[in-house]
């Protein structure tokens, strides 16, 4: 009878139980079905790995934006192209991303030429950039505020490749909210494309909408000395006694201004028939290198062999800039002819370089000299 008694007690008790545990059990069902990972489609040819914290994210971290990035190395320094926005804006522009950076290449010592894709809108130089590109929403009636692409050039920090280039990826990663690499997995988050003058290293990452207004240049606080504001190319030197905030010239008769800007500090356009040249001011910091490495990447430009240093000193002229020597140097290969002249100032290397159809090179060569002898410096 006890036992009797005691079943009813404990037959609802279990019912209950199993009530409960089935309303646990959909009720957890329920919850997970409404949970989605968001996640971007990469492109085989361009994407890096983001490293192991790629899988930990938590739905309230899901990734939203993403970074399209490529660093060529040139000498002691560096070229950049930076591309950050929306995911899936991004996700559909990896095409043309990739074909920007491979269609860069370098007509003179410091700056880089490229083919801009279709939509893509080249903005001038300002602050540390020596480019933005902007580019438009595909749909024209779309209210989305168009992605940034910037350009800058900074200095090496590191002599070894594989460590400035780790340090730039780290660096990446952390405004994205991704945990650094180490070096041994350097290769496995970065790819390599040849281009017309060397190799780009591209990072393609994924990670969390960065807390600053991402305008910083690349080293911003890390104790790197900043650039010099760039020039606006809109403000191109014009007619006789024409000046950039760095110096002044007399312009020769018939030398049509070109864009400038960034280190390209003055160019012109020369055109006679069917042959033309160009004349080009850039300004490195520093040195620039040394002299002999510079004239054998000027031989090579026109078909020329190497030299050696006996062979450059022998050759070698003298010309005045703004009352201090230079060096000056006349190369002429099979089609082409190069005038070049090296000067220092302010701790800063000067080139001056008229490249172009031999012929009209050697009429040219009085204005050239001309040009070069009528610099002087603005003040610091």
């Given amino acids: ?147 940034d692409l910037s350009v800058t050039l900074l200095p090496r920090t590191e002599a070894d490749l594989d460590a400035y280039t780790l340090s730039n990826l780290n660096r990446w990663r952390g405004q994205l909210g991704l945990s650094p690499v180490a070096l041994p997995q350097l290769h496995e988050n970065v790819t390599s494309v040849e281009i017309v003058d060397g190799t780009a290293t591209l990072v393609d990452l994924v990670g969390h909408k960065p807390q600053d207004s991402m305008s910083r240049a690349p080293f911003a606080g890390r104790g790197i000395p900043s650039a010099a504001p760039l020039q606006d190319p809109r403000k191109e030197p014009r007619g006789p006694a024409s000046s950039s905030s760095e110096l002044t010239y007399d312009k020769p008769a018939g030398w049509q201004p070109a864009p400038a800007g960034g280190l390209r500090k003055a160019a012109f356009a020369i055109a006679d028939g069917a042959e033309s040249a160009e004349v080009t001011v850039i300004s490195l910091d520093g040195a620039g290198g040394a002299l002999l490495p510079n004239i054998n990447r000027w031989r090579q430009q026109i078909e020329l062999g190497e030299i050696t240093q006996q062979e450059l000193d022998a050759g070698l002229r003298k010309i005045e800039v703004a009352a201090q020597s230079g060096d000056y140097v006349e190369l002429v290969g099979p089609k082409k002819a190069i005038l070049g002249v090296m000067a220092a100032e ?23 000299e001309a040009f070069v002898r009528s610099v002087r410096f603005a003040a610091p």
């Fill in 1 to 147: 009878m006890l036992a009797y008694k005691s079943r009813p007690a404990i037959y609802p008790c279990f019912l209950t139980l199993l009530t409960g545990l089935f309303l646990v059990g959909t009720a957890g069902c329920d919850r997970s079905e409404k949970i989605s990972h968001y996640r971007v489609p990469k492109d085989r040819a361009l994407t890096a790995s983001n490293g192991p914290d790629a899988s930990e994210e938590t739905p309230s971290q899901a990734a939203d934006f993403r970074m399209l990035a490529a660093m060529i190395p040139r000498g002691e320094q560096a070229w950049f192209f930076r591309l950050l926005g929306p995911a899936d804006l991004v996700a559909g522009q990896t095409d043309n991303f990739r074909a920007l950076v491979k269609s860069v290449h370098f007509v003179s010592d410091a700056a880089p030429e490229w083919t801009l894709p279709e939509g893509w809108q080249q903005k001038p130089a300002s602050g540390m950039r020596y480019a933005t590109i902007e580019i438009a929403a595909p749909d024209a009636k779309s209210s989305t505020a168009p992605l």
């Fill in 346 to 368: 302010g701790g800063r290397a000067w080139f001056f370089k008229m490249t172009g159809d031999v012929p009209l090179v050697n009429r040219e060569k009085p204005n050239f």
